[in-house]
């Protein structure tokens, strides 16, 4: 089954401690974003990634890093987690290098609370 | 800089049509729509490109206005299903970011 998969799905977790959301497609995609959802704030894009070894940040970028070692996979990466982090995180992946010009497949979703 | 949405919410009875409109600031390559129910994951409604035609299937169709960077999603005969918030995301010309407005909350009553 074609598919994006996010993991984990829900986190609680501490100021500082950091953490890693995993985001993982098997739809041979080449392009990959991370966006994050808040109450009256709608998506917001975090970064994005055109294919392997080529990321750009998104809209809301500070505390967030990203890697795209393989197609398949882009992690986000929070190093020092903190409170305003807190949002539902979408993962989603595109046919295309592009990413405008095609469908966006989203993950189910990754609800993280940072005390 | 995301696309302003209009309305920010709307309620409707069963078989009446709605309109929700996407405005952007940038002169625009292409404007995507989504529907989200509470507690899932945004789904893929149709895609608008510049110098492309309408788009519609079934009861719900855009357009899109190059002129004015617009677009607008036209809901007919709204059925309970349609319950739920929709998102405009846009992509400026030159530029491989994909932007969403703050989302219009459809309701749809029986």
């Known amino acids: 089954e074609a598919q994006v998969t996010q993991n984990p799905r829900y986190l609680i977790t501490v100021t500082g401690k950091k953490l890693t959301v995993t985001c993982s497609q098997n739809m041979n995609h080449e392009y990959m974003s991370w966006y994050r959802q808040d109450p009256g704030l709608g998506l917001r894009q975090i970064y994005y990634s055109m294919n392997v070894e080529v990321t750009d940040k998104g809209d809301v970028p500070e505390g967030y890093k990203v890697s795209r070692k393989e197609k398949r996979n882009f992690p986000l990466i929070l190093e020092s987690p903190s409170p305003n982090q807190t949002s539902l995180y979408f993962c989603?992946?595109?046919?295309?290098?592009?990413?405008?010009?095609?469908?966006?497949?989203f993950g189910p979703g990754t609800r993280l609370t940072v005390t | 800089q995301q696309p302003v949405q209009s309305p920010q919410a709307v309620i409707l009875r069963e078989g009446e049509d709605a309109v929700i409109n996407c405005s952007s600031s940038?002169?625009?390559?292409?404007v995507h729509w989504y529907r989200q129910k509470h507690g899932e994951a945004p789904v893929f409604l149709m895609i608008l490109l510049k110098g492309g035609e309408q788009k519609g299937h079934e009861k719900i169709s855009a357009s899109f206005n190059e002129k004015k960077q617009q677009s607008s999603l036209y809901l007919t005969a709204s059925q309970l299903s349609y319950s739920g918030t929709y998102f405009c995301?846009?992509?400026?010309?030159?530029?491989?970011?994909?932007?969403f407005g703050k989302g219009t909350k459809l309701s749809v009553i029986p």
């Open positions: 995301g846009t992509a400026p010309a030159g530029s491989y970011q994909l932007t």
């Open positions: 940038k002169a625009l390559y292409s």
């Open positions: 989603a992946s595109s046919p295309s290098s592009g990413g405008r010009s095609y469908e966006q497949y």
